[in-house]
């Protein structure tokens, strides 16, 4: 749907790595070209006309944002250089505070090294316990399985509301509800979700949730953090400098700003908050629901083309996100990367950061195809009809 | 050189590589690949005998770029000192990066020759000796 809009697709390629990044709407990269042409300015400083538009323009995004994820107040909007940013500011400016030695925070094995390397770093500087919570044989979440290994020392459960390999959709609202049970926080990481799929945090009871603008049709070096208003107000910010004090003095005593600006010391990336608000309009305006459903008659159409190709190994199928994840029979993945490529395809291949996800699927790297708005049925049919040459994928690549 | 040959070349070291398989012992140096890719994941375990490669093994799941020149490496470097095998190093290097080398010297290595027009696999074709610089770091490094 809508490929007009995206100026990109008029060259003959095929994107199918979603995942990773976006493609761009003509509308997020003329509101970009506008600032940039127009009215450049910094936020928060000046009293001429242009800088007063841009902190409004800037602000205005908050409450874009408290649309599309469903919170109440846009104080709880933090803007931050992307998913990774986000999650390291909670462990470490929230977390690192709050737990102490023989806390334990459960992940999964599934999870981007985004949610798993900043917790085990906390292990190595105060102490916590990672732990992890055992997935299904499809490599699925249940409350079952969070409630097998909760015990009392439990503080945190922090995952991925959809998963970057996998694509398995996470029952949040109900982890949420028992997390509010067990007085555990709920940190979600909604890289692979918020750009796909309805998000609200306030029904799903998440504490923090952490995504990226250009994940979801938005500029690079922009992301969000959310968290509860109580939470944000008893988090301690990681990064210091302009913007974010109100006064200090040079014996040290410092006073920082109110919530969320004492989070974005620096200049902070403007244009790019800009545009995520446009792509913010955007997804709105198309709903996420309707996304969603798309997203999955893909999936499910792709599925079934598939099994026209013997020799395809496909490791999800159940799952409902638009993700799917393959090989062919002895061929390494980027191998098949690479003989996709020949023919404009673009797929991604490896671990995806997903290290130890290796541990629960038997196998360390996959091709993946990761769906957006603007994927087609009809790329679904070359994408097959190349995949059926792919006995001659040596004769192509080498 | 013939694409046709060039194709049998690579694919027969792919699917029947050299000396693939590792083995439990400690006279051996080891290295892995996992800090140049993500991967590709190899490991090369050789043991050096007065200053000449004994034997030279590998493991590992990896592409058939990497896969078989791990496997031609392991061909070519087997039996020669350790001065012998930088020497080839340094010549295979200048041919990736599109320097003039001589041709004589790299044998089989050549299959290669055309790499350079893919950046994202020269990597790839040199990984294996990323991991033989390892080991003779540490060989020399023992002060053998």
Known sequence: ?398 | MDPELRREIIVDHYQNPINKGLIIDDTYLKANTNNESCIDNITVMAKIEDGRFMDIRFDGEACAISTSATSIMIHLCLNKTVEEVEELMAEYEKMLNEEEYQQEKLNELIVYEDIYKQPNRKKCAFLPFDSLKKIIKQYKERGQ
């Not at chain 1, 509101?31 to 242009?50: E, I, K, S």
């Not at chain 1, 806390?103 to 917790?119: C, F």
């Not at chain 1, 620096?266 to 446009?278: D, F, N, R, Y």
Request: with cysteine; charged share 25%.
């Open chain 1, 1 to 398: 749907m809508n490929r007009e809009d995206f100026p990109i697709l008029k060259n003959d390629f095929i994107y199918f790595d979603n995942g990773a990044t976006t493609l761009k709407p003509k509308c997020v990269v003329d509101a970009l070209d506008d600032y940039y042409l127009t009215y450049t300015a910094n936020a928060h400083r000046g009293d001429y006309d242009n800088s007063q538009k841009v902190d409004m323009m800037y602000e205005e995004v908050r409450k874009k944002v408290t649309q599309l994820i469903h919170n109440q107040d846009p104080r709880e909007i933090v803007f931050t250089y992307g998913t990774t940013d986000s999650l390291n500011m909670i462990t470490f400016g929230f977390m690192e505070p709050h737990l102490k030695k023989g806390d334990e925070v459960l992940l999964t094995k599934a999870e981007h090294a985004s949610n798993v390397l900043p917790w085990l770093e906390l292990v190595k500087k105060i102490g916590i316990v990672v732990r992890y919570i055992p997935l299904t044989s499809d490599n699925q979440v249940t409350i079952e399985n969070i409630e097998k290994v909760i015990t009392q020392n439990t503080k945190v459960i922090s995952i991925a509301h959809v998963t970057n390999v996998i694509g398995d959709i996470r029952p949040v609202k109900e982890i949420g509800a028992l997390c509010k049970k067990n007085n555990i926080y709920f940190v979600v990481d909604g890289a692979q979700s918020v750009p796909h799929l309805p998000v609200n945090v306030d029904e799903s009871n998440i504490d923090f949730l952490a995504f990226s603008a250009h994940k979801m049709l938005g500029p690079t070096g922009v992301g969000v953090l959310y968290g509860k208003l109580d939470l944000l107000e008893k988090m301690k910010p990681t990064r210091f400098g302009g913007g974010m004090n109100s006064d200090f003095e040079a014996d040290g005593i410092v006073e920082y700003k109110s919530v969320p600006t004492c989070f974005e010391a620096g200049t902070p990336p403007i244009a790019g908050v800009i545009g995520l608000g446009k792509a913010i309009d955007y997804l709105l305006k198309i709903g996420m629901d309707n996304i969603h459903k798309y997203e999955l008659e893909l999936k499910e159409y792709l599925l079934l083309r598939l099994k026209e190709i013997p020799n395809v190994i496909v490791y999800n199928p159940k799952s409902t996100g638009g993700i799917v994840a393959f090989n062919l029979d002895k061929v390494f993945s980027q191998d098949t990367a690479v003989f996709l490529n020949q023919f404009s395809i673009c797929v991604r291949a490896g671990n995806h950061c997903a290290k130890i996800l290796k541990d629960e699927l038997k196998i360390k790297n996959t091709c993946r195809i990761s769906f957006y708005l603007y994927n087609t049925k009809e790329e679904i049919d070359r994408l097959i009809d190349v995949l059926k040459k792919s006995d001659q994928i040596f004769k192509i690549i080498l």
